[in-house]
């Protein structure tokens, strides 16, 4: 099936520096990934959505200097954390759209991301 | 896109059989019933999904009446290892997926 690889698994990074997180379609080309992050013991929250060779589009109230998305290619999007503040410290999920035979589609989640800011 | 309920958390005992219910009474016509699991530190993986009646798969089957207002996850049988969270969503073709509050199960020995 479908796999969407994310790296790293894990991060640990000091305030005021920035993290890139790489997320993978491996065996299908996405032309759509989204970007969710999730605080403990909350629910996945939608951050953006990216578009192969376009630009992102940010949810309401996600600040989209802080949050750089790159969808460059087919298999690959990076969400960079820049300036990271402790408060950033999250989890964070990507998704990519799957198309399947006859205008159907899923959507396949990376194992994720946790990232602390310390 | 339909907002979903679900109940916050349940308990179950393993070997039970464990149904989650989710309602979504403003479900849009294109609209199909997804579900996902999730355990800690994991991205959520694929359950199952149906658009009425019933939908039966390795690990679960969904019911969903006719009115298409609510639906009902059914786990066979459940062992410690479904512990997780379990998310219900009203999906829609390319449309991106929102995710409500999810029900917590913990099996318990």
């Known amino acids: 099936g479908a796999v969407v690889s994310q790296h790293p698994s894990r991060v640990i990074c000091k305030s005021g520096t920035s993290v890139k997180i790489e997320c993978r379609s491996l065996d299908f080309q996405a032309t759509t990934m989204f970007w969710y992050r999730q605080f403990p013991k909350q629910s996945l929250m939608l951050m953006a959505t990216s578009n192969e060779g376009s630009k992102a589009t940010y949810e309401q109230g996600v600040e989209k200097d802080k949050f750089l998305i790159n969808h460059a290619s087919l298999t690959l999007s990076t969400l960079t954390v820049t300036s990271a503040h402790p408060e950033d410290s999250s989890f964070y999920i990507c998704?990519?759209?799957?198309?399947?035979?006859?205008?159907?589609?899923?959507?396949?989640f990376g194992s994720g991301t946790r990232l602390t800011v310390v | 896109l339909a907002k979903t309920t679900q109940p916050v958390s349940m308990d179950s005992y393993e070997g039970q059989e464990v149904n989650i219910t989710c309602s979504h009474n403003n479900i849009a016509t294109n609209d199909y019933i997804t579900w996902y699991q999730q355990f800690p530190s994991q991205g959520p993986r694929f359950i199952i999904q149906?658009?009425?009646t019933k939908v039966t798969n390795e690990v679960a089957s969904l019911f969903i009446p006719a009115d298409r207002k609510s639906s009902t996850l059914s786990l066979p049988r459940v062992s410690l290892s479904d512990t997780a969270v379990y998310y219900c969503l009203a999906t829609s073709g390319t449309y991106k997926y929102i995710f409500g509050t999810g029900t917590r199960l913990k099996v318990l020995a």
């Open positions: 998704s990519a759209r799957v198309d399947l035979a006859g205008a159907n589609y899923g959507y396949t």
């Open positions: 149906g658009y009425k």
